[in-house]
């Protein structure tokens, strides 16, 4: 039995006009007009409300939408029904599916997907299945294509105070393609393998947006005696193979717990809380004293048999913290547990206190919450609630991704009771004679345009399947059509990148634009190479490539300029030029580099040297 089973979608923005509008598909700082709405759940044509839907309206969230003109209209703001579908998103959904081999319906449907997180105005999102049933090669296996839809990507969220969430429809409305793959990966790593490659066959259709948030991956984890966790979401690539891991040992954890909850016959417990503010009124927690000041409450709820489970000393065992993240999305900052007290304040003889009132014994555990009233309790019976799934073991829900490579609690996994007929879009019709031009005319595959790159701009093999894999290509090929600068390009997508990430630079904001600038200008002459990583760095920080050139002091030399600064370099050290003769050079070229990098090309530098030091030889 494999000891991971994991599915990925790839939710892909279009570089089209908005799917049911004319507006541009671009994001802007602008807010533009503002309004507020409530959204609330509704039921499917089954009769059915999702479960997904009612945890989220039980949060009972107020949403306030930024319309920015020119990229958001009457379509957006939910006053104005959509128009037809727009045909250039719709033909690169097509061609995606015919380069994945998948079937593509004879009619392509839209459905409305009921979403009320605010992050659609109209309280759901509108999605089409255009293929299913297609397969991908990765290092000779078959990756089964369970289908490939044609949607609207969501809003994009600005802000969140309290209960107040504020988003801007700039990218509400920009057509994604959804690609699903059956459950086939069973490594970690090999989870990334096959993102790469769809991303490469989506961006070689040339219809795709590239950059940080445009393309994003949705995990669906298990693993033996497990249950399926989707991770939605996650944008960094390379961080795949660890979402999966943590999210495996995560699985593995609530396993164990439930093992030793039912060895030691551990029951559900009642989800109820009681009141204690009076028992901890004096209390010096900072959190209890402040909810307490403000009028709120301190409820608590006891845990029979789950003492050391929620969490262990190896802290190997944390149910407490995932209890803590179900509170969390009633609004509270957290709860405490008896597993980690006495401790922020909360004293032993308040703990035994607590022990005493619920007469519990050493096997037994508790669980208490201090907020608002009408936050506390929800918070702490959903807490609750939480610690009884661990007697069943792993929950099926949705987590978000975090920065680190692990995840939180999102909300319950959602099931097909969210999906019904859209009324206001036509059908597509699919005819043959489309699909057969569509598989007559595809793009290049992924390696077909490694090998053409490996040709065309003389990198080596390795270095291009890494540009297509890493999907650097299409820049790459753009800033290499001064051939000149081939092989410093491949050098700085693949090397310099990484470095630049590794010293903290935030290359999210190292647009396009702004790197073929910098090339624009090392062919213009401007700078030498060897200063292409600190130009990158300085534009990463929000610099223009004349700001950058003249911060760093740079500004190509000439020829009679570079020869004096040598010069000078070897008259300082004549004696042991005279001593070392020749073999000065290597010693010296150091030196000089001090004081050309970045404005002399380091083989012209290592050239000029050599000429000024047998000229001074010759005396």
Do not use: W
Not at 459 to 470: A, G, I
């Amino acid at each position: 039995m494999h000891q991971l089973t994991c599915g990925i979608e790839i939710h892909q923005q279009l570089d089209t006009h908005k799917l049911f509008c004319s507006c541009r598909s671009r994001l802007v700082e602008e807010e533009g007009k503002c309004f507020r709405r409530r959204l609330r759940p509704t039921q499917s044509e089954m009769g059915e409300i999702d479960r997904a839907v009612l945890a989220q309206a039980e949060r009972r969230m107020h949403f306030t939408y930024q319309a920015p003109s020119d990229v958001s209209c009457l379509v957006e703001a939910d006053e104005e029904p959509p128009h037809d579908a727009d045909e250039e998103a719709m033909q690169a959904s097509l061609i995606v599916s015919a380069m994945l081999n998948c079937r593509v319906m004879d009619e392509v449907h839209f459905m409305r997907k009921i979403v009320i997180d605010g992050s659609n105005t109209s309280g759901f999102q509108r999605t089409a299945l255009v293929a299913v049933d297609g397969h991908l090669d990765v290092n000779g296996r078959k990756i089964g294509i369970l289908s490939l839809c044609l949607e609207e990507d969501a809003a994009r969220k600005v802000e969140t105070k309290d209960r107040e969430v504020t988003y801007r429809l700039d990218r509400l409305g920009i057509p994604l393609i959804e690609i699903a793959t059956a459950p086939d990966m069973h490594d970690p790593d090999e989870v990334k393998e096959v993102a790469q490659r769809l991303g490469s066959i989506l961006r070689s259709t040339r219809k795709v947006k590239r950059g940080l948030g445009t393309i994003r991956e949705d995990l669906n984890i298990s693993i033996p005696d497990g249950a399926r966790v989707e991770i939605k979401g996650a944008q960094d690539l390379s961080l795949l193979p660890t979402y999966v891991r943590n999210e495996m040992e995560r699985q593995r954890s609530l396993i164990e717990i439930r093992h030793m909850l039912r060895e030691r016959g551990a029951l559900p417990v009642p989800v109820a809380a009681r009141d204690i503010s009076v028992l901890l009124k004096d209390s010096r927690s900072k959190v209890i004293h402040s909810a307490l000041s403000k009028g709120g409450k301190v409820f608590c709820s006891a845990l029979p048999l789950f003492a050391g489970v929620m969490r262990s000393p190896d802290s190997k065992l944390r149910l407490g913290a995932e209890m803590a993240q179900h509170a969390r999305s009633r609004g509270v900052a957290g709860i405490f547990h008896s597993d980690e007290l006495p401790a922020y304040g909360i004293t032993a003889e308040e703990v035994q206190a607590i022990r005493k009132e619920f007469a519990l014994g050493d096997g037994d555990a508790f669980a208490l919450c201090a907020d608002a009233a009408d936050r506390a309790e929800p918070a702490l019976l959903a807490a609750v609630a939480r610690a009884n799934q661990a007697l069943i073991g792993v929950p099926e829900e949705t987590r978000d991704p975090l920065p680190d490579g692990t995840s939180v609690y999102s909300r319950p996994l959602p099931g097909a009771g969210r999906m019904y007929p859209e009324t206001d879009v036509k059908p597509i019709l699919i005819g043959r004679d489309r699909l057969e031009s569509i598989r007559q005319n595809l793009p290049e595959l992924p390696e077909e345009r490694m090998a053409r790159i490996s040709r065309e701009y003389g990198v080596n093999e390795q270095q291009s399947r890494q540009l297509v894999k890493d999907g650097f290509d299409e820049l790459f090929e753009e800033v290499a059509k001064d051939r000149a600068v081939a092989a410093v390009a491949a050098r700085t997508f693949l090397s310099t990148y990484p470095e630049l990430q590794k010293d903290g630079v935030g290359l999210e904001t190292l647009t396009d634009a702004r790197v073929k600038e910098a090339f624009a200008a090392l062919s213009a002459g401007r700078f030498a190479k060897e200063a292409l990583p600190a130009v990158l760095k300085e534009l990463a920080n929000g610099s223009t490539v004349e700001k950058a050139v003249s911060a760093l002091g740079l500004g190509s030399l000439d020829q009679g300029d570079a020869a004096g600064i040598i010069d000078a370099i070897i008259k300082e050290r004549a004696d042991f030029v005279r001593e070392k003769g020749e073999n000065a050079v290597g010693p010296l070229m150091g030196v000089a580099m001090k004081e050309l990098r970045g404005k002399v090309d380091g083989k012209q530098a290592a050239d000029l040297l050599k000429e000024r030091v047998q000229a001074f030889l010759r005396g």
